[in-house]
Each structure stands twice: as structure tokens, then as C-alpha cells.
């Protein structure tokens, strides 16, 4: 698949895709997706080898979730496997969330790109609720970190 095959794949996206989603070509393979105005996805066309990047903005991470958060990602970034390639990402030490999926779409249809991206959004909207919209864990209260029983005794 080249460029050309990509523009008219979106092409057959946007006829399918029922009004529900905006499709936005940019003329070059790439395009972005949105609902109500939002933009929701970009993706654009590579080479070498060729595939379509798809990425989606999440959002900033809460200053007291980092670490989990760093962690979770991490940890999904290991599971290749199982998410398709796809990896998370930030850009910069506070910078926005990014959740990246490469397509290698030889004989693709606009079918399987349809498919495709309802799971990227899936997996996009339980990253953006477990990273950015949760709250913040709870420290431990002075009594959860008491032993049964009251406090520690000091024996001599």
C-alpha cells in the first residue's frame, strides 16, 4: 500500500463511517478524526516500512498519579503482543499522554481501518480514565498503618 491507497481508504472511512465521525484528509495520507468538533485522532502515512501512525492525545497526568502512571505504562509498553504494538508514550516530563498504534495495512479495507480504530479509541478511553480522570489513591491514615491491636509497644 502507498499514499495514493491510503487517501482512498479514508475516502471509503468517511462514506462508511455514517456521520458519526468527521474525517479530515490533509492531502498526503494522513488525516484526523473528530466527534462534535474534537479532534480525537491523527494519523499520517510512513515509509520504511510503509504503515499508517495512528496517535491519540490523552491528556496530562495528575502530579500525584506519576508514578503509577509512568509504571502502568511501562508495563503496557512490554506487552507488545498482546496490544498489537501499540505503546504508550509522553511528550516531555509533563507533556500530554500519547497512546501510538502503527498499522501495517498491506491489504487493508476500509472495514479493517474502521475496526482498527474502534479499538484504539476503546483502548484510548480506558487509558484517559485510569490516567487522567481517576483520583488520586489515598495516603494511609494513621490507624491503617497501626498493627492490630493498637499501637506498637516497645518492649525492654
Not at 502507498?2 to 462508511?16: G, H, K, T
Not at 468538533?37 to 499508517?52: D, F, I, K
Amino acid at each position: 500500500m502507498d499514499v495514493a491507497a491510503m487517501i482512498l481508504l479514508i475516502e471509503e472511512l468517511r462514506n462508511i463511517s455514517s456521520g458519526a465521525v468527521d474525517v479530515h484528509q490533509d492531502g498526503q495520507g494522513g488525516f484526523t478524526l473528530s466527534c462534535g468538533g474534537t479532534e480525537v485522532l491523527r494519523a499520517e502515512w510512513a515509509e520504511g516500512p510503509s504503515r499508517l501512525v495512528a496517535t491519540i492525545e490523552l491528556g496530562r497526568v495528575a502530579p500525584s498519579r506519576k508514578i503509577l502512571a509512568y509504571e502502568a505504562m511501562l508495563t503496557y509498553n512490554l506487552l507488545w503482543r498482546e496490544t498489537g504494538g501499540a505503546r504508550m508514550a509522553m511528550a516531555g516530563p509533563d507533556g500530554e499522554v500519547v497512546l501510538v498504534h502503527e498499522w501495517a495495512a498491506e491489504q487493508a479495507t476500509a472495514c479493517d481501518l474502521s475496526a482498527m480504530l474502534a479499538r484504539l479509541f476503546q483502548v484510548g478511553g480506558a487509558w484517559r480514565r485510569f490516567v487522567i480522570e481517576a483520583p488520586a489513591p489515598e495516603p494511609p491514615t494513621h490507624e491503617m498503618a497501626q498493627p492490630r491491636g493498637g499501637p506498637p509497644s516497645v518492649k525492654a
